[in-house]
T-cell receptor
Framework: DAGVIQSPRHEVTEMGQEVTLRCKPI?????LFWYRQTMMRGLELLIY????????DSGMPEDRFSAKMPNASFSTLKIQPSEPRDSAVYFCASSPEFVVYSYEQYFGPGTRLTVT | TQLLEQSPQFLSIQEGENLTVYCNSS?????LQWYRQEPGEGPVLLVT?????EVKKLKRLTFQFGDARKDSSLHITAAQPGDTGLYLC????????????????FGQGTILTVHP
């Protein structure tokens, strides 16, 4: 299996521009998670989906952030408009169907976003 | 809100030394996971512990879950330069239906550097 695929790997954009991050989860996994990682705040959960349905978006920082999962093999995280404080590494992770006490998550390589 | 505190935040040791990383919380977790992350990559799952008092070994790494399921430790014997990386603990809350399944609370991480 190819693992979780994210694109782009690096994104540099100017403040005010729209940014779209993409993720392809592992085939057959029912859960998809979007995280943000910074030195100051560590790894933060932004939103997660179960069978393409958003379950918990309480970690989404502002209305500027939105996420979609139109089908089981694709998800996007959009920031519009972007701000310098959004600079971080964004990870997508997926997880198989509920296995008792398992909760194993498989992470993609991340997208490093820099907003100037 | 469940919080996980990791200590130490930074650890710099010589090859061959032993070390222990701690992960503590005031909350009870149904399971706890340890991940390792290398620069430019996403976290990779090392182990999941489920039962209070459980000990798991992975070559030179020993993981223990506290009896009360509130804390965990990672012990590395005879550390090698290849062990260098960011170590993250992550706790899964008690299953309470769709709104909480799969959510992991991550600690801030321990950056380990092993010098040859």
């Amino acid at each position: 299996d190819a693992g979780v695929i994210q694109s782009p790997r690096h994104e540099v954009t100017e403040m005010g521009q729209e940014v779209t991050l993409r993720c392809k989860p592992i085939s057959g996994h029912d859960y998809l998670f979007w995280y943000r990682q910074t030195m100051m705040r560590g790894l933060e959960l932004l939103i997660y989906f179960n069978n393409n349905v958003p379950i918990d978006d309480s970690g989404m920082p502002e209305d500027r952030f939105s996420a979609k999962m139109p089908n089981a093999s694709f998800s996007t995280l959009k920031i519009q408009p972007s701000e310098p404080r959004d600079s971080a590494v964004y990870f997508c992770a997926s997880s198989p169907e509920f296995v008792v006490y398992s909760y194993e998550q498989y992470f993609g390589p991340g997208t490093r976003l820099t907003v100037t | 809100t469940q919080l996980l505190e990791q200590s130490p935040q930074f650890l710099s040791i010589q090859e061959g030394e032993n070390l222990t990383v701690y992960c503590n919380s005031s909350s009870v977790f149904s399971s706890l996971q340890w991940y390792r992350q290398e620069p430019g990559e996403g976290p990779v799952l090392l182990v999941t512990v489920v039962t209070g008092g459980e000990v798991k070994k992975l070559k030179r790494l020993t993981f223990q879950f506290g009896d009360a399921r509130k804390d965990s430790s990672l012990h590395i014997t005879a550390a090698q330069p290849g062990d260098t990386g960011l170590y993250l603990c992550a706790g899964a809350g008690r299953y309470a239906g769709g709104t909480s399944y799969g959510k992991l609370t991550f600690g801030q991480g321990t950056i380990l550097t092993v010098h040859p």
